[in-house]
């Protein structure tokens, strides 16, 4: 590897780190994508970033703990079944072509940009009900449908994490603002928790397989590091709407990019 790859691999694992404490993911949207770039095949790519993830996910993670932002109940209840669906996930990656592997993270990428958009609707919406009826109790059935929440979103964010090689965090946020009501910085941070949990377990399944790339992963890893350290230290002093505006735009850059990427592989 030249001193050129190696200066890539650290700049880029450092923003991906950077955008996992800021954003609650656990930086693939980003990095799969420079893998495919820099020639990797899909399910490589996809390999590597979670190992990567790993490494980046938790720096970030034991940040929030120590500044008190790390909710374990929250974390388990979502991370569980995240841990089970992710070994399906990277099962399943190995069985599509490349191109339509990306195909289908570019339809996730714009699919999670909507239900940021559907969360902000929904909480409008609430608050005026809210307003009306301000001496409304909770449900008797609210606890249950908070558990069966945080399972259906582990579950989908655990089978993303295997199959594209993200944390699931582009999912566990928009969904955890949906479905639980959460605000979106305490999202993120419930986000980057779990995302431990599913990129350890994407990683097992996908080193079973022989797919991931231990050289470059740690490279990234170790940039992701760094940055989750920065981000996570900044991300209590920014404003909500400064954030979900920074995780839409980067949302769809990144979905017209892999759209293109995927174009690119149909043909070759």
Same mark, same amino acid.
């Given at each position: 590897?030249?001193?050129?790859?190696?200066?890539?691999? =650290?700049? $880029? +694992? !450092?923003?991906?780190?950077?955008?996992?404490?800021?954003?609650?993911?656990?930086? +693939?949207?980003? *990095?799969?994508?420079?893998?495919?770039?820099?020639? #990797?095949? @899909?399910?490589?790519?996809?390999?590597? $970033?979670?190992?990567?993830?790993?490494?980046?996910?938790?720096?970030?993670?034991?940040?929030?703990?120590?500044?008190?932002?790390?909710?374990?109940?929250?974390?388990?209840?979502?991370?569980?079944? /995240?841990?089970?669906?992710?070994?399906?996930?990277?099962?399943?990656?190995?069985?599509?072509? @490349?191109?339509?592997? *990306?195909?289908?993270?570019?339809?996730?990428?714009?699919?999670?940009? #909507?239900?940021?958009?559907?969360?902000?609707?929904?909480?409008?919406?609430?608050?005026?009900?809210?307003?009306?009826? %301000?001496?409304?109790?909770?449900?008797?059935?609210?606890?249950?449908?908070?558990?069966?929440?945080?399972? =259906?979103?582990?579950?989908? =964010?655990?089978?993303?994490?295997?199959?594209?090689?993200?944390?699931?965090?582009?999912?566990?946020? @928009? *969904?955890?603002?949906?479905?639980?009501?959460? %605000?979106?910085?305490?999202?993120?941070?419930?986000? *980057?928790?779990?995302?431990?949990?599913?990129?350890?377990?994407?990683?097992?399944?996908? =080193?079973?397989?022989?797919?991931?790339?231990?050289?470059?992963?740690?490279?990234?890893?170790?940039?992701?590091? !760094?940055? /989750?350290?920065? $981000?996570?230290?900044?991300?209590?002093?920014?404003?909500?709407?400064?954030?979900?505006?920074?995780?839409?735009?980067?949302?769809?850059? !990144?979905?017209? #990019?892999?759209?293109?990427? /995927?174009?690119?592989?149909?043909?070759?």
């Amino acid at each position: 590897m030249t001193p050129t790859h190696l200066l890539i691999f =650290a700049g $880029s +694992g !450092l923003l991906a780190g950077i955008l996992a404490g800021f954003l609650g993911i656990g930086g +693939g949207v980003v *990095l799969v994508p420079l893998l495919v770039a820099l020639g #990797y095949q @899909p399910v490589q790519a996809a390999a590597t $970033s979670s190992l990567s993830i790993v490494i980046t996910a938790s720096s970030g993670t034991v940040q929030n703990w120590r500044m008190g932002y790390f909710d374990l109940k929250s974390v388990i209840g979502i991370g569980f079944p /995240a841990l089970i669906t992710a070994q399906i996930g990277a099962y399943l990656a190995d069985l599509f072509p @490349p191109y339509l592997l *990306l195909v289908a993270f570019g339809i996730l990428l714009l699919v999670t940009i #909507y239900l940021i958009q559907l969360r902000k609707q929904l909480k409008s919406r609430a608050q005026q009900e809210s307003q009306r009826a %301000p001496n409304n109790t909770p449900s008797s059935n609210s606890s249950t449908k908070a558990t069966v929440a945080r399972i =259906a979103t582990g579950a989908l =964010a655990g089978l993303l994490a295997g199959l594209f090689g993200i944390g699931g965090g582009t999912i566990m946020v @928009p *969904l955890q603002m949906l479905l639980l009501g959460e %605000p979106i910085k305490t999202a993120i941070q419930t986000s *980057l928790g779990v995302i431990v949990i599913t990129a350890v377990s994407a990683s097992v399944g996908h =080193a079973l397989q022989g797919n991931v790339l231990w050289i470059e992963g740690l490279l990234l890893g170790i940039g992701g590091f !760094l940055g /989750a350290q920065i $981000s996570t230290r900044f991300l209590p002093k920014l404003p909500d709407q400064v954030v979900s505006n920074g995780f839409r735009t980067l949302l769809f850059s !990144l979905s017209i #990019y892999i759209f293109w990427q /995927a174009w690119q592989s149909y043909g070759a």
